[in-house]
């Protein structure tokens, strides 16, 4: 069950007294928070349950991608920590998506989601030639959902861009997990291809991840009331 406030904020620094301070700060305004490579790095298994017991659903985007065993385990073991989300690269291939269904689902009701990362937005279709993948980009991000919907994955994470086709192509059950969301008041930063919150949600997106617009800001609980009520969400 994803919380009806679709914002998880990216707690993306290495200081876990840092993420703590901005998920005291947003908690009653946002979903969830995600927590990525930078943090579990730094801070590992007990820096996410410590983020975990503060209550809020966590996103864990570690991104698992290897032999179909060895992700089943990475999957089990962040599963055990209370992850709420967890993902994989589609590009792992079918059998490795099927493991980490099946390894998630053995945790029954509290089990996570599992999504996976189909072309990482950093990618053009420049790059998708250069290692050897079939653009256009849209193309091959819609390849690698179908083909993660059918191992029994719950969803894919996508830019704001693709959400209307994959929407089309895998109906309304399937999770989109939209980072490269930009409220019309934020700096776009590095993001190239945004939505705001409300452009994304109304096409679809079940999951908006929001870092440096809250993060960034001089009053992130304020950024984050500021989207909520945007987004017409008042708890
Ligand atoms: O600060 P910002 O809102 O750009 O943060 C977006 C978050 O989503 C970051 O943690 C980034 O790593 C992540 N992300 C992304 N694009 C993807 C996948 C993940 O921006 N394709």
Redesign the pocket.
Known sequence: MLPENPVFV?L?TPELEQAVAWADAVRPRVGGV?L?LEFFNSNGPDGVRRIVDLGLPVFL?LKFHDIPNTVAGAVNAVAGLGAAIVNVHAGGGSAMLSAAATAAAEYGANRPLVVA?TV???LDDDDLASVGQAGPAVSQVERLARLSQSCGLDGV?C?PAEIAVLRTACGDRFRLVV????PAWANA???KRIMTPREARDLGADVL?????I??SDDPAAAAARIADELDISS
């Not at 980072?179 to 930009?182: A, C, T």
């Not at 991840?209 to 617009?213: L, N, Q, T």
């Open positions: 990216a993306d995600k990525g985007d990362v990482l937005t950093s994470v830019s980072p490269g969301i930009r930063g590095d993001q991840v929001i870092g440096r617009p993060t960034g």
